[in-house]
């Protein structure tokens, strides 16, 4: 898995070392505040964050502009959308702003942001190192809908393959199903799977007959065996796997057709 989640936050692993920069500085600045009566630097750091969260979803939106154009979902943040060149120019700004507001602590703020990054740096490595390790698909026996058992995967020629865990009393996973099958027609090179976890075939069957979805490939996954194997506690979950049959990519949460894009991104002609 390429994210992780924190209570009802799906995160990339690569936030770690920022979130590891941001928890060590603010902890440094709290004591430094309680022991010697330095400068403040929190509000700096709050500014700093607040930029950062800004900037990131800013800059996805304005690379997938196409997938939103003007509507309620450029808020919507649950599709996870975030991209961190803008988040690296936002903190930058929100720093900057904050500095203007609180002069007394911009040095301060380098003196936090410099034990944070002590922190960070070693958190940083470790999280490279394991993100280049691709795991191969969890072995998983599971069924079509008429009960046979199945393989998860089908030999093709696909360059990679879209693998959707969700149930149809998961409000999320109806949310993106439209987004799914629409990324059918949208990316015919890619392979789109869809596991229902814990439900029966009658059950699935008549959900997808009352939605009038055409979805490629559904298999049913009676025990959520497929869901545990993956290191996964929340539904939907989508991973990627390539033609090796090796995970290459995650997504915890329901996706929009610019976060679906962007999962694809590296493996579709733009």
């Known amino acids: 898995m390429t994210t992780f989640t924190l209570g009802p936050l799906a995160l990339p692993w690569m936030a770690i070392p920022w979130l590891a920069l941001l928890l060590s500085a603010w902890l440094t600045t709290v004591w430094r505040r309680r022991r010697n009566g330095r400068a403040d630097a929190e509000p700096l750091l709050w500014w700093l964050l607040t930029g950062a969260l800004v900037g990131a979803r800013l800059a996805f939106v304005g690379r997938y502009w196409d997938q939103y154009g003007l509507t309620w979902a450029l808020i919507d943040i649950r599709d996870g959308g975030w991209w961190w060149p803008g988040g690296a120019a936002g903190a930058v700004v929100g720093a900057a702003l904050g500095w203007l507001r609180h002069r007394q602590a911009g040095g301060e ?100 007959t009352d939605q009038s979805l055409r979805l490629q490939r559904v298999l049913a996954d009676p025990h959520s065996d497929l869901l545990r194997a993956l290191g996964s506690s929340a539904l939907p979950t989508t991973v990627l796997i390539d033609t090796r049959g090796r995970l290459v990519g995650s997504h915890v949460g329901p996706l929009s057709d610019a976060s679906l894009r962007h999962l694809l991104a590296p493996y579709i002609k733009e």
């Open 109 to 208: 703020l380098l003196r936090t942001l410099a034990v944070g990054a002590v922190v960070a740096v070693p958190v940083l490595a470790t999280v490279m190192a394991f993100s280049g390790v691709r795991p191969m698909a969890p072995d998983v026996t599971l069924q079509d809908l008429q009960g046979r058992p199945v393989q998860l995967l089908d030999d093709g020629p696909a360059t990679v393959t879209v693998v959707n865990l969700w149930a149809s009393w998961c409000p999320p996973c109806r949310r993106e199903m439209p987004v799914l099958q629409q990324g059918q027609r949208l990316y015919p090179e890619v392979d789109f799977v869809y596991v229902n976890q814990g439900e029966s075939s009658a059950r699935i069957r008549s959900y997808l």
